[in-house]
């Protein structure tokens, strides 16, 4: 497996429609595998391809690791099909770190994907992972979270974020083994 770079704000990629995946080859799996060791090298909960600088529908999230347990899942071609509640939560992104802000999500998603065999399946999830579907999903359509944020708490975001991305003046973040680039505790809810 291959540990990937990851875009951050400012690296088109991030702001692109992603292409509808017609076959699940070994490219993809390697893909999905590949996205799943960075995730969590990063300590992400989530990562979608456009943050790997990939154009495939593909995201991977596992928000279920408490004591060492592993939950992933990969989506290949995801569509919210239902949507239920609502609720204010806090969320980062590992295309914008440091940044964090309030945004209102359903609380319950169910989301169709295929899965890495090619099979459809079903996510019906809650809480903070039907949060991180909806965060990745809109990634996969060129939307980040900062988007929802009202003008005032944006300007604030994007100003903070004027000074933290001069660290990444290749717009792309590269995740070490220590997980060096990531700062504890709040980065475990960036998707
Ligand atoms: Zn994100």
Redesign the pocket.
């Given at each position: 497996m291959t540990l990937l770079g990851i875009h951050v704000l400012g690296s088109p990629i991030l702001r692109q429609e992603t292409e509808i995946v017609t076959a699940v080859t070994d490219d993809v799996r390697q893909l999905i595998d590949d996205m799943f060791e960075t995730m969590y090298m990063a300590r992400g909960i989530?990562l979608?391809a456009p943050?790997v600088g990939r154009r495939e529908r593909v995201t991977v999230v596992d928000v279920d690791r408490e004591g060492g347990r592993h939950h992933p899942i990969a989506l290949i071609n995801p569509t919210i099909v239902l949507r239920e509640g609502s609720a204010r939560g806090e969320e980062g992104?590992?295309?914008i770190p440091e940044i964090y802000g309030d945004v209102e999500r359903a609380t319950r998603v169910v989301v169709q994907a295929t899965d890495r065999e090619g099979q459809p399946f079903e996510v019906d999830g809650t809480d903070l992972l039907a949060r991180c579907l909806q965060?990745e999903v809109d990634?996969l359509h060129g939307k980040?979270?900062i988007d929802y944020l009202g003008i005032f708490k944006r300007r604030a975001a994007l100003a903070k974020w004027e000074e933290e991305k001069v660290k990444y003046p290749t717009q792309v973040r590269l995740v070490t083994a220590e997980g060096g680039t990531v700062s504890a505790g709040r980065a475990e809810r960036?998707?």
């Amino acid at each position: 497996m291959t540990l990937l770079g990851i875009h951050v704000l400012g690296s088109p990629i991030l702001r692109q429609e992603t292409e509808i995946v017609t076959a699940v080859t070994d490219d993809v799996r390697q893909l999905i595998d590949d996205m799943f060791e960075t995730m969590y090298m990063a300590r992400g909960i989530g990562l979608a391809a456009p943050q790997v600088g990939r154009r495939e529908r593909v995201t991977v999230v596992d928000v279920d690791r408490e004591g060492g347990r592993h939950h992933p899942i990969a989506l290949i071609n995801p569509t919210i099909v239902l949507r239920e509640g609502s609720a204010r939560g806090e969320e980062g992104c590992l295309s914008i770190p440091e940044i964090y802000g309030d945004v209102e999500r359903a609380t319950r998603v169910v989301v169709q994907a295929t899965d890495r065999e090619g099979q459809p399946f079903e996510v019906d999830g809650t809480d903070l992972l039907a949060r991180c579907l909806q965060h990745e999903v809109d990634h996969l359509h060129g939307k980040l979270f900062i988007d929802y944020l009202g003008i005032f708490k944006r300007r604030a975001a994007l100003a903070k974020w004027e000074e933290e991305k001069v660290k990444y003046p290749t717009q792309v973040r590269l995740v070490t083994a220590e997980g060096g680039t990531v700062s504890a505790g709040r980065a475990e809810r960036d998707g």
